[in-house]
């Protein structure tokens, strides 16, 4: 398997991290590592802005794919199949809606954004 396929295997696993970070059973560490990971999964923002060259996909290709792996590692075993399972059945009823997932994003820059024009203008 190449590291191209890998990757996608590893981002496949962001919806199941989400249901196990919803899960009462999950620990508080690995709670924190999954909200983390999808936080920054969900993020348009990068710690290295994806315009630099080569160093910009770094984080794509080795600290989202490294926080995921962590995260999967923190997770005990039956919940990660619970989540799985979850995950599976939302993912495979094709009226699911994935547009709520963004409404955070959103408005952080609505936020951002309003900020900066206010601060501009003042």
């Not at 996608?8 to 962001?14: A, D, E, M, Q, T």
């Not at 508080?28 to 315009?51: C, E, H, R």
């Not at 959103?106 to 601060?119: A, G, N, R």
Request: with cysteine; charged share 20%.
């Amino acid at each position: 398997m190449d590291l191209k396929e890998r990757m996608k295997r590893l981002k496949s696993n962001i919806p199941v991290i989400y249901f196990a970070l919803k899960d009462k059973e999950t620990l508080w560490l690995a709670k924190l590592l999954a909200g983390v990971t999808i936080a920054y999964a969900l993020s348009p923002i990068d710690l290295i802005p994806d315009f630099i060259p080569i160093l910009g996909y770094l984080d794509d290709v080795i600290f989202l794919p490294a926080m995921i792996a962590l995260t999967m590692k923190c997770i005990p075993k039956s919940i990660w199949e619970r989540s799985r399972v979850t995950a599976e059945m939302l993912w495979a009823n094709k009226n699911h809606k994935k547009w709520y997932y963004a409404i955070l994003i959103v408005v952080i820059w609505i936020l951002v954004i309003s900020w900066i024009i206010k601060w501009i203008l003042c």
